[in-house]
C-alpha cells in the first residue's frame, strides 16, 4: 500500500466522524428545540429527546453533559430559525407616539406567530434557566420606546413602567387572547397607558 494513502485515509476518516458526530449533536438540539416549544423545557424529557433524535442516552450525555450547554445551543438553533425583532428597528423614529405604535406592531406580530413556544417557555422560566432571550428583547424594547419621550425624575420611571408593560409578551396574551383585543386594539390601549404615565392627554 502506498504510504501517503494511509494518512491520508486516516484524514478521511476523522472528517467522516466528525460529521457524523455534528449531525448527532444536531438532531439532539432539534428534538429539544421542538420539545421545548411544545411542552416546554421542564416538562422535556431526555427520554423523549433520545427518541425523537434517534440516540441512545449514553450518546446524548457524551455530547451534553450539562443542562446549561444544551440550553445554549438550543437558543442559538432558535434564535437562528426564528429571529426576533429587531428592538431597535424603530429608533430612528422620533415620534414618541409613532415610535411606539412602530415598535409594538412588530413586537405583536412575532408574539401572535410564536405564541405557544413564548408561553411554554416563559412559563418554564420560574424552575429552568429558559426565556432569557425574549426577557432581554423586552427589556431592550422598553428602553428604547420610553426614550422617544425625553422624561426625567419621576416621569421617566412611569414611562419606563408603562412601556415595560406594552412590550410584554404576557400583557399582549392576556389583552389579545383572554379579553379578545385585536392587535390594533391592544397598540391603543397601550398607547394610552403610556400617554397616561406621560401626562398627555
Same mark, same amino acid.
Given at each position: 500500500?502506498?504510504?501517503q494513502?494511509v494518512p ?5 476518516q476523522?472528517k467522516?466522524r466528525?460529521?457524523?458526530q ?12 421542538m420539545?421545548? /416549544?411544545?411542552?416546554?423545557?421542564a416538562?422535556t ?10 440516540v441512545q442516552?449514553a ?5 451534553f453533559p ?6 445554549m445551543e438550543?437558543?442559538?438553533l432558535?434564535?437562528?430559525e426564528n ?10 423614529v422620533?415620534?414618541p407616539?409613532?415610535r411606539?405604535?412602530s415598535?409594538l406592531r ?7 406567530q410564536h405564541e405557544?413556544?413564548m408561553?411554554a417557555?416563559?412559563?418554564?422560566s420560574e424552575?429552568m434557566?429558559a426565556g432569557?432571550t425574549?426577557f432581554r428583547?423586552?427589556d431592550q424594547?422598553r428602553?428604547?420606546l420610553a ?7 419621576s416621569?421617566q420611571?412611569r414611562?419606563?413602567?408603562?412601556c ?6 404576557q400583557?399582549w396574551? /392576556?389583552?389579545a ?7 390594533r386594539e391592544v397598540?391603543?390601549?397601550?398607547v394610552?397607558?403610556?400617554k397616561a404615565?406621560?401626562g398627555?392627554?
Amino acid at each position: 500500500m502506498n504510504e501517503q494513502s494511509v494518512p491520508r485515509k486516516r484524514k478521511y476518516q476523522l472528517k467522516r466522524r466528525a460529521e457524523t458526530q455534528a449531525e448527532t449533536r444536531r438532531r439532539i438540539v432539534e428534538a429539544t428545540v421542538m420539545f421545548h /416549544s411544545t411542552v416546554g423545557p421542564a416538562r422535556t424529557r431526555v427520554t423523549d429527546i433520545c427518541r425523537e433524535a434517534g440516540v441512545q442516552r449514553a450518546t446524548y450525555y457524551r455530547h451534553f453533559p450539562d443542562e446549561l450547554s444544551l440550553f445554549m445551543e438550543c437558543r442559538a438553533l432558535a434564535g437562528a430559525e426564528n429571529p426576533l425583532p429587531d428592538p431597535n428597528a424603530c429608533a430612528t423614529v422620533a415620534d414618541p407616539v409613532r415610535r411606539l405604535r412602530s415598535g409594538l406592531r412588530a413586537a405583536y406580530a412575532y408574539y401572535g406567530q410564536h405564541e405557544q413556544q413564548m408561553a411554554a417557555i416563559i412559563r418554564d422560566s420560574e424552575v429552568m434557566p429558559a426565556g432569557a432571550t425574549y426577557f432581554r428583547f423586552q427589556d431592550q424594547l422598553r428602553d428604547v420606546l420610553a426614550a422617544a419621550w425625553k422624561a426625567r425624575g419621576s416621569r421617566q420611571v412611569r414611562i419606563l413602567a408603562a412601556c415595560g408593560h406594552a412590550a410584554d409578551f404576557q400583557a399582549w396574551r /392576556s389583552l389579545a387572547r383572554k379579553q379578545g383585543l385585536s392587535d390594533r386594539e391592544v397598540i391603543d390601549a397601550m398607547v394610552a397607558l403610556v400617554k397616561a404615565a406621560a401626562g398627555r392627554a
